[in-house]
Every structure is written in structure tokens, then in C-alpha cells.
């Protein structure tokens, strides 16, 4: 059972360039989320999805898109990165709104 | 003002020490309340879960929620060095979608010696 799935591990982009963090689940879970943790600063929500075809902003959701057409997939896309787009990036799942969310191990993106 | 509060650290203390982490936050209608340790490049784990005010023990772990405070804590008994890590506070309003979106502490680095 692998649980949450992310890829690319790291990443380095050039400011303006667009790329796709990928997260993939096997448990047959509904919700799903993305966050990213910059460092000092706790893990911020940027969207998350309640289905596939349902998602809908978090706290920090500028500069990002995502997509939800499987239960099992939430792509997280950056169309024209920036600097401030540096950080480390999570996917999480969970089953339902009140069980635990599993966590991805993350994807450290640098925009240079 | 954060709408979670938590003491960055970091925390050094020595094997077998007791630990205490806390996080202090300011809005009342937060219901569940969670402590996630991360292990250094690793995603967030979740440890320990309290709905509402009261105290919850899993073996050397203890939450704590004092909601008329709106202050939360985590106790470690006997610390070893695999609890090196760092301990994130989270919470969440109740009901609905809510459960996943998270609001997060900084963290508390914590490191345990032999």
C-alpha cells in the first residue's frame, strides 16, 4: 500500500517557467489537499477537493491551478513561476472530512 | 497576530526528559485539535488528535486542550532519541469539509540527546 505519492522529489525552476507537482493516492480516498511549508512558517492549505470535479481554494491558493478528474489524482500546476513559488510542497488525503489526513513526502521546489 | 501561535525552539533536552510543547491560538471556533511530528524530509504524521477541551494519553504521548484558554499542549514522557523530529500543532473548525483544511504552528524543532 503505498499511500500518498508525489513526484518530482525536487525540482529546480527558472522564474516564468510552468510545471506540474503530481500526487496520486491508493486508498480510495475523497478529500484531498495541497499545502506547502515554508520553512519557520507551518504548512499553509493552497486548494483541496472533496471528489473528483469539486475543488475549491484554501489560504494561499494564488498562482497555482488544480485539477481533480480521478479520485485518485490532484495534480498541482504552476503556470509562471516565481521566487516566492520556493518552498516545499505536500499532498495529503483522507477518507472523510472527519478522519485523518495521510500525508505525501513532499516536493521541494526552488525557483531561481 | 497568527492564528496559531507555536514556539519555534529550538528544544534540546536529554533522553528520558519530559517534553512540553504548546501552541496558544486565537480563534474560539477551532474544534479538533492535532499534533503531527515530522521527520527531518519527510511529510507531517499525525500523533495525536483531541476534539473539544480534555486530555487524551497514547503510551508516552499526552494532549492537552484547554479551550477556555485556547491553548493546546503535547506532553512526552521518558523522551528518546527517535522522538527528535519536528512537532507541528494543527487544528480545525468543526463540521463539513473542515476536518483536512488544517490551520498549522510553525513547529517546535525538538532533539532529544542519548
Known amino acids: 500500500n503505498a499511500g500518498v505519492t508525489q513526484t518530482p522529489k525536487f525540482r529546480i525552476l527558472k522564474i516564468g517557467q510552468s510545471m506540474t507537482l503530481q500526487c496520486t493516492q491508493d486508498m480510495n480516498h475523497n478529500y484531498m489537499y495541497w499545502y506547502r511549508q515554508d520553512p519557520g512558517m507551518g504548512l499553509k492549505l493552497i486548494y483541496y477537493s472533496v471528489g473528483a470535479g469539486i475543488t475549491d481554494k484554501g489560504e494561499v491558493p494564488n498562482g497555482y491551478n488544480v485539477s481533480r478528474s480521478t479520485t485518485e489524482d490532484f495534480p498541482l500546476r504552476l503556470e509562471l513561476a516565481a521566487p516566492s513559488q520556493t518552498s516545499v510542497y505536500f499532498c495529503?488525503?483522507?477518507?472523510?472530512?472527519?478522519?485523518?489526513?495521510?500525508f505525501g513526502q513532499g516536493t521541494r521546489l526552488t525557483v531561481v | 497576530q497568527k492564528e496559531v501561535e507555536q514556539d519555534p525552539g529550538p528544544l534540546s533536552v536529554p533522553e528520558g526528559a519530559i517534553v512540553s510543547l504548546n501552541c496558544t491560538y486565537s480563534?474560539?471556533?477551532?474544534?479538533?485539535f492535532m499534533w503531527y511530528r515530522q521527520y527531518s524530509r519527510k511529510g507531517p504524521e499525525l500523533l495525536m488528535y483531541t476534539y473539544s477541551s480534555g486530555n487524551k494519553e497514547d503510551g508516552r504521548f499526552t494532549a492537552q486542550v484547554d479551550k477556555s484558554s485556547k491553548y493546546i499542549s503535547l506532553f512526552i514522557r521518558d523522551s528518546q532519541p527517535s522522538d527528535s523530529a519536528t512537532y507541528l500543532c494543527?487544528?480545525?473548525?468543526?463540521?463539513?469539509?473542515?476536518?483536512?483544511?488544517?490551520?498549522f504552528g510553525q513547529g517546535t524543532i525538538l532533539t532529544v540527546h542519548p
Open positions: 495529503a488525503s483522507s477518507y472523510a472530512e472527519d478522519t485523518e489526513a495521510f
Open positions: 494543527a487544528m480545525s473548525l468543526a463540521g463539513g469539509t473542515s476536518y483536512g483544511k488544517l490551520t
Open positions: 480563534n474560539s471556533a477551532f474544534q479538533y
